[in-house]
């Protein structure tokens, strides 16, 4: 971005799953933290089901995540 002079632009970046290193960089990412450890017990539930020939409860799992918003109010609320 800085090769290009578009560090001062209105660009917003985000990224899936957050990293404590984020709040580091110079420009602000916002990010979609994930629940690891309920990401990790689903799987290892699924997991246990077909090893034991079972038919797993739920294909498919909705586990919420938490935005970690790094730039302004002001940006978050103008889209």
Do not use: G
Not at 20 to 43: F, G, K, M
């Amino acid at each position: 971005m800085s090769q290009h002079n578009l560090l001062n632009s209105d660009i917003h970046l985000a990224s899936f799953d957050d990293h404590y290193l984020y709040d580091s960089l110079s420009i602000r990412i916002d990010t979609v933290q994930q629940d690891c450890r309920q990401l990790a017990y689903h799987c290892f539930e699924m997991i246990t089901q077909l090893v034991n020939d079972e038919e797993p409860t739920a294909l498919q799992r909705y586990l919420p995540a938490t935005l970690q918003w790094r730039h302004e109010a002001e940006n978050k609320n103008s889209d």
